[in-house]
């Protein structure tokens, strides 16, 4: 069982910057392959922003590439999200995913 617990989401105006933290409890990560960062805004489907794996390879929605940047901090337990140049499109509910496990989401709201 793992317990995963959001923080970091926020107002913030376009062009500007917000970092998403997803601490980890009840399970070390650093045995875990698949983490990843998801966004769902209103009336669209869940969507995958970024992901990484154990080793640290990364993947990225085109839509966030160049902007956005995942990392893990196995000695912290912790998976980050920093979010760079936003857009009030990104505004959404990201969630954090660790193997089968969802966190309880951080609303990021982008201001034109």
């Known amino acids: 069982q793992v317990q995963l617990a959001e923080s970091g989401g926020g107002l913030v105006q376009a062009g500007g910057s917000l970092r998403l933290s997803c601490a980890a409890s009840?399970?070390?990560?650093?045995?875990?392959?698949?983490m990843g960062w998801y966004r769902q805004a209103p009336g669209k489907q869940r969507e995958l922003v970024a992901s990484i794996i154990r080793y640290g390879t990364t993947t990225y929605a085109d839509s966030v590439k160049g902007r956005f940047t995942i990392s893990r901090d196995n000695a912290k337990n912790t998976m980050y999200l920093q979010m760079n140049s936003l857009k009030p499109e990104d505004t959404a509910v990201y969630y954090c995913?660790?193997?089968?496990?969802w966190g309880q989401g951080t609303q990021v709201t982008v201001s034109s």
């Open positions: 995913k660790v193997e089968s496990w």
């Open positions: 009840g399970r070390s990560i650093f045995s875990i392959n698949n």
